[in-house]
């Protein structure tokens, strides 16, 4: 099993569409990323939490230290916001990597 | 442009050879880290440094090394390299736990 896991791997979802990609943890981690990656391949970091919620524009992600649980909301999508969405979790000396969710936003 | 520059953004080398990538952080920021993006393993963290030390090391391998200089850039050294090293190299940079910044990467073709 691997230590971060990240559910659904696909999500296609129509323009205007409340979207929620999720990612569960087994290790203690000291804070959890969330990364988005176009198709170009290009890597751009949207949240680093520890606790609680942050909220960015349309994009809002909370996580729960208790249940090793974090949430990526996207409110009102958009094909632009068609991409591959990565959660990353932070221990005392390591990084690990969930395997993505790609997300297809349909005009 | 992110801030964060890394050079070569492509590179084509053989079975054997030793490459240098070059990572340039976003001024101000003193921590570089180095991933790998390769298609079967997915996003690995390789290494991190702070102001010039070695801070969080990852699934780095020994033929693999690391750097920072002075002036903050980073170096990645790849040496007796494999088919199986021919992947995308990510530099990212931060200051602190906020303002995390990604490089364009570094797309290794090993022949």
């Known amino acids: 099993k691997n230590e971060v896991e990240q559910s659904p791997q696909n999500l296609t979802a129509q323009e205007g569409e409340f979207i929620t990609i999720n990612c569960s943890y087994s290790?203690?981690?000291?804070?959890l990323h969330w990364l988005q990656q176009h198709p170009g391949g290009g890597i751009v970091s949207l949240f680093m939490l520890s606790s609680g919620k942050k909220k960015h524009g349309r994009l809002i992600a909370t996580i729960n230290i208790q249940e090793k649980h974090s949430s990526l909301h996207i409110t009102a999508s958009h094909p632009r916001d068609s991409a591959v969405y990565i959660c990353?979790?932070?221990?005392?000396?390591?990084?690990?990597f969930g395997t993505g969710t790609r997300l297809k936003v349909l005009a | 442009d992110s801030g964060v520059t890394q050079t070569p953004k492509h590179l084509i080398t053989a079975t054997g050879q030793r490459v240098t990538l070059r990572c340039s952080p976003r001024s101000g920021d003193l921590s570089v880290y180095w991933y790998q993006q390769s298609l079967d393993q997915g996003l690995q963290f390789l290494i991190q440094y702070y102001n010039g030390e070695e801070r969080a090391k990852g699934n780095i391998l020994e033929r693999f090394s690391a750097q920072q200089f002075p002036d903050l850039h980073s170096e990645l050294n790849l040496s007796s390299l494999e088919l199986g090293d021919s992947a995308l190299y990510f530099c990212?940079?931060?200051?602190?736990?906020?303002?995390?910044?990604f490089g364009s990467g570094t797309r290794l073709t090993v022949v």
């Open positions: 290790v203690g981690i000291s804070a």
């Open positions: 990353a979790v932070r221990g005392t000396y390591k990084y690990i």
């Open positions: 990212a940079s931060s200051v602190g736990q906020d303002g995390y910044t």
